[in-house]
């Protein structure tokens, strides 16, 4: 009984040190950043991971169109809204929100889900608050590694998803209640 406790410890022991060193790992190949504004009556967070280009086709390649995609690497990415906001033309009240998207050539869906704190392949629709499409370009530098920032617009401001030669634009405004 006792050498099958010390097996079971030392298994226990290695997958914990290989669940540490892969995280390292995934964190380091794409690692954590925020992104803030509290501007023009809008204050939002993210919380994402940054994928590299690496010599890849992203989108329409590495990032199909058409497919939900974690916006970000590793965990989900997460949106914080302090205040009730308009995104895209439409309501969404304030709160912690897991960040989606479906990438198309044109347009992307933005799509806000309930559910967060999962690994960021764990998308379950059916938790979906709201999905809005937003316009995407074609940029004239490529962005080696995604990132997000923020762009002040008249009255709020464009959250800028951007990677490779593309650029997503999601507006954001206060919403007066």
């Known amino acids: ?3 099958i406790l010390i097996i079971t410890g030392i298994v ?8 540490i060193g892969l995280r390292a790992w995934t964190k380091s190949k794409s ?6 504004i509290n501007q023009n009556g809008v204050s939002v967070k993210v919380e994402y991971s940054q994928p590299s280009k690496r010599g890849r ?3 329409g390649e590495l990032v199909p169109y ?18 009730n906001v308009i995104v895209a033309g439409q309501p969404l009240d304030e709160g912690k929100y897991s960040l989606w998207t479906i990438p198309g050539e044109e347009n992307w869906i933005v799509i806000f889900n309930r559910e967060t704190g999962q690994w960021g392949t764990n998308y379950d629709q059916t938790e979906d608050v709201l999905r809005v499409p937003v316009v995407s370009r074609k940029r ?3 962005a080696e590694q995604f990132f997000i920032s923020f762009s002040p617009r008249e009255g709020g401001t464009d959250m800028l998803l951007t990677w490779d030669e593309t650029e ?10």
């Open 1 to 3: 009984m006792k050498r």
């Open 12 to 19: 226990l022991v290695v997958l914990l040190a290989a669940f």
């Open 31 to 36: 690692p954590a950043a925020t992104a803030e």
């Open 57 to 59: 086709d992203i989108f």
């Open 66 to 83: 058409g497919q939900v995609w974690r916006t970000g690497a590793n965990e989900a990415t997460t949106i914080e809204f302090d205040q």
């Open 140 to 142: 004239s530098s490529v």
């Open 168 to 177: 997503a634009v999601v507006p954001i405004l206060p919403r007066n209640q």
